[in-house]
């Protein structure tokens, strides 16, 4: 009986999931899932501050900048954390984001100064537009907090 019902139950949570992608797929212009099927805008994150620095002039051009938000926005993730995670995973290693914080304190590098929070919260708002850049920052700002201690990190334990 117990099984049955975790059956029926499955069922509903992929009918439920199934209606969502029908949502998102709605929402995506045809135009939007050809631009990320066909870039490869990144071909591997930012391994150093130059690397970082030169992705940010590249943000100046209006039109790779409305690519990238599509393309960033496509990752996904479960919940705001991981998506941001993603998202500055693929732009970034924990090397090149331990030296940055938001707001630049403890002698670190602001992130606000640059075009790629602006990047962040824009690809995060067009997967959900119920996100306000106020709980992007934050989310982004955690992750910059532990970067240093994650794998690449410039503090990661190397037991």
Avoid at 16 to 22: A, H, L
Avoid at 27 to 41: G, I, Y
Avoid at 139 to 154: I, N, S
Wanted: charged share 30%.
């Amino acid at each position: 009986m117990q099984v049955l019902m975790k059956l029926e139950s499955l069922n509903k949570s992929l009918a439920e999931t199934k209606q969502m992608v029908k949502k998102i797929l709605a929402k995506t212009s045809q135009d939007e899932l050809e631009t990320v099927a066909n870039l490869e805008l990144i071909e591997q994150p930012a391994e150093t501050p130059e690397e970082l620095e030169t992705l940010c002039d590249q943000l100046q051009d209006k039109d790779y900048r409305n690519k990238m938000v599509i393309y960033l926005s496509s990752i996904g993730g479960i919940s705001l954390g991981d998506g941001t995670r993603r998202i500055m995973r693929t732009l970034a290693t924990n090397t090149v984001w331990s030296d940055f914080s938001v707001s630049g304190r403890k002698g670190k590098k602001a992130l606000k100064d640059t075009p790629i929070l602006s990047l962040i919260i824009k690809s995060s708002q067009k997967r959900d537009h119920t996100l306000t850049a106020q709980i992007i920052e934050k989310e982004v700002g955690e992750t910059l907090k532990y970067a240093p201690t994650r794998k690449g990190g410039k503090k990661q334990s190397t037991e």
